[in-house]
Structures are given as structure tokens and as C-alpha cells.
């Protein structure tokens, strides 16, 4: 059964550092969504990607985040000068059609 | 008020019985409406989607929206242990392209 990949599945940086989050959306999806989810609290929408540019970005996805699709298989979240408050995990997810979305399972971001 | 609102439980039934989830929706535009299992540290697993009034039913399944009342729920017959784990509340509107506000989600334990 086709699946989202998402690695690492845990990474550790220290704070001011830069991270890239990496993601294989379900081939023939059309729709890429960044969501997060810190410890204990719920899921939160990130970012969403369709037609190769960002269809809606959330207040959290703010100068300090930005995606890439490099190659037309890999969907990536960059993540510049890390804070603790980004500590959480990372959900890749992909859709066919808008909203229903299959998660990866997730890279656990740890910033110390 | 909160944009998708759950029953914060924890919701506990006997192994056989009637589970019953709740979510009600502040933004009278939703269009779709998606119910999520995610079992502790693991990722959000898509199991229903409804965009209409009324019942649909998948297995031991039944998700209801009433777009009136602003609310949908989430039936699981024949509870089983398996089925414990929290259940997210997703709501979207079409013209967002696919963005989801989840709930808080709500812990069901199935006691044998």
C-alpha cells in the first residue's frame, strides 16, 4: 500500500541551527501539507503546496519556514535559525484531492 | 470559541458497545469533514471523510453531519481494544485548497 516517507524519523539540533525536514509524498498526489503537532497538544496546520507553489500558509508558517518540491518526488520543509518553541512533530501528508490527507509518520524535531 | 471543538473525555467503554464521538464546528462554511485515529506517538490515520448531511457508513463505522447544527460524530459499533486511541475531528473548507483545523482530539479507551 503506497505511504508517505518522512526521515529522518528524529532530529536533534541545537537552537539558531537549520533543519530540513524531508518528505516522499504518495506519487500520484497532487496535494502536499505540512502539519505539527507539539507534545500533548493538537494537530496544527502548517503550510499547503499544490500546482508546485504554496496554496495557503498558516500564521506559524512565518520568514523562518519555507518548502520545496527539488525534484518532483521529495517535498521538503526547511525550518532556518531553530528556536525551542519548535520542538514538536512534523507531519508530511499528502492528498489526491483537497482535505483528505494521508500522514506520514512524522519526524520528532528536538531543539536544545 | 474554538474553531472544531471535542469532547475532551477521556471516553471509556466496555469491549462490544456503542462508542460515540462528538465535534462540533465554529465556521459555517466547512465543506468536508474528516475523522482521524491516532494511536499515542504515532501519526493521524484517515478513517472517514463526509461532505454531506446525513450518515455514512464504513465497517463498524458510522460518521453523521448535520451542516445545520454544526456538528458531526463518529459511530464505532462493536468496540474493540484496538480501537483505543484518540480521535481527531478535521474540518476543511474546499476553497482553501485542503487545509484541515483539527480538535483536540478525544481519548477512547475499549475495555475488555
Known amino acids: 500500500e503506497p505511504e508517505v516517507t518522512q526521515t529522518p524519523s528524529h532530529q536533534v539540533t541545537q537552537m539558531g541551527q537549520e533543519v530540513i525536514l524531508r518528505c516522499v509524498p504518495i506519487?500520484?498526489?497532487?496535494?502536499f501539507y505540512w502539519y505539527r503537532q507539539i507534545l500533548g497538544q493538537k494537530v496544527e496546520f502548517l503550510v499547503s503546496?499544490?500546482?508546485?507553489?504554496?496554496?495557503?500558509k498558516s500564521e506559524i508558517f512565518d520568514d523562518q519556514f519555507s518548502v520545496e518540491r527539488p525534484d518532483g518526488s521529495n517535498f521538503t520543509l526547511k525550518i532556518r535559525s531553530t528556536k525551542l518553541e519548535d520542538s514538536a512533530m512534523y507531519f508530511c501528508?499528502?492528498?489526491?484531492?483537497?482535505?483528505?490527507?494521508?500522514f506520514g509518520q512524522g519526524t520528532r524535531l528536538t531543539v536544545v | 470559541q474554538k474553531e472544531v471543538e471535542q469532547n475532551s473525555g477521556p471516553l471509556s467503554v466496555p469491549e462490544g458497545a456503542i462508542a460515540s464521538l462528538n465535534c462540533t464546528y465554529s465556521?459555517?462554511?466547512?465543506?468536508?469533514f474528516f475523522w482521524y485515529r491516532q494511536y499515542s506517538g504515532k501519526s493521524p490515520e484517515l478513517i472517514m471523510f463526509?461532505?454531506?448531511?446525513g450518515d455514512k457508513e464504513d465497517g463498524r463505522f458510522t460518521a453523521q453531519l448535520n451542516k445545520a447544527s454544526q456538528y458531526v460524530s463518529l459511530l464505532i459499533r462493536d468496540s474493540q481494544p484496538s480501537d483505543s486511541a484518540t480521535y481527531l475531528c478535521?474540518?476543511?473548507?474546499?476553497?482553501?485548497?485542503?487545509?484541515?483545523?483539527f480538535g483536540d482530539g478525544t481519548t477512547l479507551t475499549v475495555k475488555p
Open positions: 501528508a499528502s492528498s489526491e484531492r483537497a482535505g483528505v490527507a494521508f
Open positions: 506519487s500520484n498526489h497532487l496535494y
Open positions: 503546496f499544490y500546482n508546485n507553489e504554496i496554496s495557503e
Open positions: 465556521d459555517r462554511g466547512s465543506q468536508s
Open positions: 463526509i461532505y454531506s448531511n
Open positions: 478535521a474540518v476543511n473548507r474546499e476553497t482553501n485548497a485542503g487545509k484541515s483545523t
